[in-house]
């Protein structure tokens, strides 16, 4: 279509806003993974996520984190406006979940977010109207509550890829899950529709990993896994690897994390995979919990908006690691498959 030119604009800000939105905002869900990674990255020791509509009309996560002070409440619901890293130096060894300074803004232009938060010192709680900007005393314990209602309340057209409560309600849970299975030290709950739907209590001691995993993935998943721990030069692989017999026809318990954030990522699951080549046929599709630890600057995560891909400097080095672990905590099931082949 030919179209008279027209001038070139600068967008306004609230569009802006709602475009970058896109990226970061599928879904229920989406938020939902934003608001864990801010609550833990103020220090949570217990979050409690409360959804209605299977967080369609409403998103409420509630931490015991560090809070906001009043006069940051506004900021904090800027664009590209966080406390996490300063500069490109910072950037390059991010040890914080978050870092882009944009989940907050983006949300609060694709629903309503309010913002009620105590920091350390303060006498009361406030709570911020996301819309009206409009900040008055409330009472709260310290931490921080973000409500977020009506999600694409004003892009109708994003509302209608949503699917059904219970589906948009299970991928809220399989949010909370993956971040769960990370840190064991901090106990979730989620509430739907005012029932508990699930709750993971605090773990501390050895086992607290493995614990979690039970209690996140069913103890069958723990009975049925071994343990991974090894060491390759400056990369640590540790986490559970499934028996051959867990396998399962999809790929849905792959959990794999790089410095203990979630992410989907081809080296490692080409890795995982290739250890299990000669003990899985067909397409049966391995489980495990594995946790990737390496030096932050070895790693790039800004990468994608929702933090999801990760680079490695050095993927073979990644690929090796993980290889040799998942293999190292097979070789007993695979003597053991081996034996019964000869016989
Ligand atoms: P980012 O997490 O990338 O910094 P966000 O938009 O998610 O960006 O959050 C902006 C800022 O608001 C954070 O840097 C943090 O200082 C503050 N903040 C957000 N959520 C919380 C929370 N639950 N507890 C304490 N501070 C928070
Ligand atoms: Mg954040």
Request: hydrophobic share 45%; with cysteine; glycine share 6%.
């Amino acid at each position: 279509m030919s179209q008279a030119r027209r001038p070139i604009l600068e967008l306004p800000d609230e569009l802006i806003s709602q475009i970058a939105a896109g990226e970061v905002v599928e879904r229920p869900a989406s938020v939902v993974r934003e608001l864990l990674d801010n609550a833990l990255d103020a220090g949570a020791t217990q979050i409690t996520l409360r959804l209605s509509a299977g967080g369609v009309r409403l998103i409420s996560l509630e931490d015991d984190g560090d809070g906001i002070v009043p006069e940051q409440m506004a900021t904090a619901l800027k664009r590209h406006a966080t406390s996490k890293i300063a500069s490109l130096a910072e950037l390059e060894a991010v040890g914080t979940m978050g870092f882009r300074g944009e989940a907050l803004a983006a949300i609060n232009s694709i629903a309503e977010l309010a913002l009620l938060s105590r920091a350390a010192g303060q006498s009361n709680a406030w709570m911020l109207d996301g819309r009206t900007g409009e900040l008055k005393p409330a009472a709260r314990a310290g931490g921080t509550t973000v409500e977020v209602k009506e999600l694409f309340f004003s892009v109708p057209a994003r509302r209608k890829f949503l699917k059904t409560d219970a589906t948009e309600l299970a991928h809220c849970i399989e949010a909370v899950r993956r971040h769960a299975l990370a840190r064991p030290d901090v106990g979730f709950a989620i509430w739907h529709e005012g029932k508990l739907v699930e709750q993971w209590r605090r773990q501390s001691g050895e086992d607290a990993r493995d614990r979690r995993v039970a209690d996140v993935l069913g103890e069958d998943f723990l009975a049925n896994s071994i343990a991974v721990d090894h060491r390759a030069g400056a990369v640590r692989v540790t986490g559970r690897a499934g028996l051959p017999d867990a396998a399962r026809s999809r790929a849905d318990q792959q959990f794999a994390y790089v410095n203990g954030r979630f992410v989907r990522d081809k080296v490692i699951v080409h890795a995982a995979r290739s250890a299990y080549e000669d003990v899985l046929h067909g397409h049966r599709q391995p489980v495990y919990v594995l946790f990737v630890e390496l030096d932050p600057a070895r790693v790039d995560v800004n990468v994608h908006p929702t933090k999801i891909e990760v680079r490695f400097r050095d993927g073979r080095e990644v690929h090796q690691a993980v290889r040799h672990a998942v293999d190292q905590a097979l070789a007993a099931p695979r003597a053991a498959l081996l034996a019964q082949a000869a016989t």
